[in-house]
């Protein structure tokens, strides 16, 4: 009985010892793992980053003391509500690195500058400054909003522009027996902006091992864009049924044209009425006042003018 006891204190520290060992080798390789990540993001994310203006640079240290408003601005957050933010954030490719966080104390920040012009102003007398009082801390909560939302339609815009160029030169490659990543490798080289982005983005997390129809599904939340998400969908509908992806590129890219194409008669038709109601109440009564006022001053001031006459 003395036997069995000492051989199973023997066995449970043996196994002790062996789970300890197991357990720091699990957590070596779980920091390795982990520096290999974020040194990989920080190598993709360079490799995207464009060389840095002296305005962006300005623009990030000025946008920092947003974060001592924040608490403020996501209490006040009229018009911009913390998805929405994110999601304007997220489309428009935040090259200013703002959070959700920062970007609601910005508001309030610039609200702030607003008011303080405001006042400035109003001591000093300056013309109009009673309105500046009122309307700066509006328009200083207001601009960020509307510049914010104008990049993210701008970014979905550049994207439409080039998707039907870059799926047609995808196809060609994959009608080559080219593997759709590496020909998504090769051809985003010659591609800028947004779209060399989000598909360098989805590249790099199926090397991370991300799951590629949840890859696929990230790059739709990142874009609005309604060509986009209809690419993406025909990619994920023939992962799942085997539909050859070279024809989807090509079908797609066929599709995208003729789609740009009723766009721009859609536009044009648009403009006519436009371009009528421009000629007729700016064009044309200008060009009357102008005839009659020449009419009026040969008249008065020409040589068989009606003073003359009168005489």
């Known amino acids: 009985m003395d036997a069995l006891i000492l051989v199973c204190i023997i066995l449970f520290w043996f196994m002790f010892i062996l789970g300890m060992r197991h357990l720091y080798v699990y957590l070596q390789k779980k920091q390795e793992l982990q520096t290999h990540l974020n040194e990989s993001v920080a190598n993709f994310e360079q490799s ?6 002296l305005t962006s640079k300005v623009l990030k240290k000025v946008l920092k003391y947003g974060d ?28 200013l690195e703002l959070t959700v966080e920062r970007f609601q104390g910005v508001k309030i920040y610039l609200a702030f500058i607003g008011l303080v012009s405001g006042i400035i102003l ?22 960020p909003i509307i510049l914010l939302k104008n990049q993210a339609k701008k970014r979905q815009e550049e994207l439409r522009y080039d998707l039907p160029d870059f799926l047609d030169t995808v196809s060609v490659s994959l009608q080559a027996g080219i ?32 799951p590629r129809e949840e890859a696929y599904r990230q790059l739709m939340e990142r874009n609005s864009n309604p060509e986009f998400q209809n ?81």
Do not use: C
């Open 48 to 53: 995207l980053r464009k060389k840095e203006t």
């Open 68 to 95: 001592d408003f924040s608490s403020i601005g996501q209490r006040v957050n009229f018009f911009s509500e913390e998805k929405d933010v994110e999601d304007w954030l997220r489309k428009s490719g935040n090259r």
């Open 122 to 143: 109003f001591i000093i007398q300056f013309p109009l400054s009673q309105f500046a009082v009122a309307l700066f801390p509006v328009a200083g909560y207001f601009i």
């Open 179 to 210: 593997d759709l990543d590496k020909a998504l490798r090769e051809v985003i080289q010659f591609f800028d902006g947004p779209l060399r982005e989000e598909f360098s983005r989805f590249l790099h997390e199926i090397n991370l091992g991300v």
């Open 231 to 311: 690419l993406i969908k025909s990619l994920i509908q023939g992962l799942k049924l085997g539909v050859p992806i070279a024809t989807t590129f090509k079908i797609q890219a066929d599709d995208m044209r003729e789609i740009r194409k009723e766009q721009v008669k859609e536009k044009a038709a648009k403009a006519s009425p436009k371009i009528t109601l421009i000629t007729t109440f700016i064009i044309a009564p200008t060009a009357m006042l102008l005839v009659g006022g020449l009419m009026v001053m040969n008249l008065l001031f020409g040589d068989n003018n009606i003073f003359d006459l009168v005489k």
